[in-house]
């Protein structure tokens, strides 16, 4: 039985993530870690990643041998505070690969779209292309795709990870993301029946819902290495999404719902930036990748679900 420990556990993809892996490998056997408190439901701690010794310590603890390194400033987030995004996002992965080495764990790292720039092919990126990104954000990103491949190559680590898209989570508000639309706009349609969104129409990006999302990181952490070409990071993806395209489809349920634009800038350059397709067959050929949820049943699915969250606590207000 797998013993597993993952960090920025309150997080959006940890928030589903925890429960997921305690299915499948018993409560006890996942620590949920964060630098707040972890979710409730099974065994927690607090931790600060950025701190070597704690890191190792609660790895130890845990009798860890597959640590699920989620912790990370998001893109939006990072271009606010660029120093911070770097501080934290490449040094808690130092941390983790150093404990990953140190004590034998299998080490999953998330990556992302984010990680290639405006030099790319857009539609479709390929699996390997020109990774120039323009965001603090992507520059971390590249740089832990490159230092899991080193730490592979030169001390055996079995590292693995994924080039996620944007990911639309019911059970989390958004995080300081780029594609934070795409959660918002559930909310606000529900809410208020409108939402202004801060990318321009027709700005399309690779979008994925949270249970695909979820399942993928356990399916490459399973595959058999031997078939594995590129361990970091898999382009995977799943629909490709403009804000007018999901408004289109939040109407099949919410036919009033309306849509306005009040374009951030910022966010706008770095989507611009962004793939508006990931070519993900090199995941499909290897380890079987195939997404399950397309945009009606994403949309389907996260209506229903956010509105028996409202019944169950009318009294809260939706995030957003």
């Given at each position: 039985m797998r013993r597993i420990l993952v960090t920025g556990a309150g997080g959006q993809i940890g928030t589903e993530l925890v429960p997921a892996l305690r299915r499948l490998h018993g409560e006890d056997a996942v620590l949920a870690t964060d630098l707040r408190e972890p979710p409730a439901g099974g065994p927690s701690a607090l931790l600060d990643c950025t701190d070597a010794a704690a890191f190792a310590d609660a790895v130890r603890r845990h009798r860890t041998d597959l640590v699920?390194?989620?912790?990370?400033?998001?893109?939006?987030?990072?271009?606010?505070?660029?120093?911070?995004?770097?501080?934290?996002?490449?040094?808690?992965?130092?941390?983790?690969?150093?404990?990953?080495?140190?004590?034998?764990?299998?080490?999953?790292?998330?990556?992302?779209?984010?990680?290639?720039?405006?030099?790319?092919?857009r539609d479709p990126t390929p699996q390997v292309a020109l990774q120039?990104?323009?965001?603090?954000?992507?520059?971390?990103k590249v740089a832990g795709e490159l230092l899991g491949d080193y730490y592979n190559r030169r001390w055996g680590v079995d590292v693995r990870g994924l080039r996620f898209p944007g990911l639309i989570s019911h059970s989390h508000p958004p995080g300081g993301g780029t594609t934070d639309y795409a959660v918002e706009i559930f909310h606000a349609a529900l809410a208020e029946g409108r939402y202004e969104c801060f990318l321009a129409e027709g700005t399309q990006l690779d979008m994925m819902y949270m249970p695909d999302a979820v399942r993928a990181a356990i399916e490459v952490m399973e595959a058999d290495g031997e078939v594995l070409r590129h361990r970091n990071a898999y382009n995977v993806t799943a629909v490709q999404v403009t804000p007018e395209r999901l408004a289109a489809a939040i109407r099949?349920?919410?036919?009033?719902?309306?849509?306005?634009?009040?374009?951030?800038?910022?966010?706008?350059?770095?989507?611009?930036?962004?793939?508006?397709?990931?070519?993900?067959?090199?995941?499909?050929?290897?380890?079987?990748?195939?997404?399950?949820?397309?945009?009606?049943?994403?949309?389907?699915?996260?209506?229903?679900?956010?509105?028996?969250?409202?019944?169950?606590?009318?009294?809260?207000?939706?995030a957003g």
């Amino acid at each position: 039985m797998r013993r597993i420990l993952v960090t920025g556990a309150g997080g959006q993809i940890g928030t589903e993530l925890v429960p997921a892996l305690r299915r499948l490998h018993g409560e006890d056997a996942v620590l949920a870690t964060d630098l707040r408190e972890p979710p409730a439901g099974g065994p927690s701690a607090l931790l600060d990643c950025t701190d070597a010794a704690a890191f190792a310590d609660a790895v130890r603890r845990h009798r860890t041998d597959l640590v699920y390194h989620l912790a990370a400033v998001l893109s939006a987030k990072g271009e606010r505070e660029p120093l911070l995004a770097y501080r934290v996002n490449m040094g808690c992965l130092l941390n983790a690969l150093e404990v990953a080495r140190e004590h034998g764990c299998a080490l999953f790292f998330p990556s992302s779209i984010a990680a290639f720039g405006p030099d790319a092919p857009r539609d479709p990126t390929p699996q390997v292309a020109l990774q120039r990104p323009t965001s603090m954000y992507g520059i971390t990103k590249v740089a832990g795709e490159l230092l899991g491949d080193y730490y592979n190559r030169r001390w055996g680590v079995d590292v693995r990870g994924l080039r996620f898209p944007g990911l639309i989570s019911h059970s989390h508000p958004p995080g300081g993301g780029t594609t934070d639309y795409a959660v918002e706009i559930f909310h606000a349609a529900l809410a208020e029946g409108r939402y202004e969104c801060f990318l321009a129409e027709g700005t399309q990006l690779d979008m994925m819902y949270m249970p695909d999302a979820v399942r993928a990181a356990i399916e490459v952490m399973e595959a058999d290495g031997e078939v594995l070409r590129h361990r970091n990071a898999y382009n995977v993806t799943a629909v490709q999404v403009t804000p007018e395209r999901l408004a289109a489809a939040i109407r099949e349920h919410l036919p009033d719902f309306e849509i306005d634009y009040r374009v951030d800038p910022v966010r706008q350059a770095i989507a611009d930036s962004w793939p508006r397709r990931l070519d993900d067959s090199a995941a499909r050929e290897d380890w079987g990748w195939r997404p399950e949820y397309d945009l009606a049943a994403l949309t389907a699915d996260m209506i229903e679900r956010l509105t028996a969250a409202a019944v169950r606590a009318p009294s809260a207000a939706p995030a957003g």
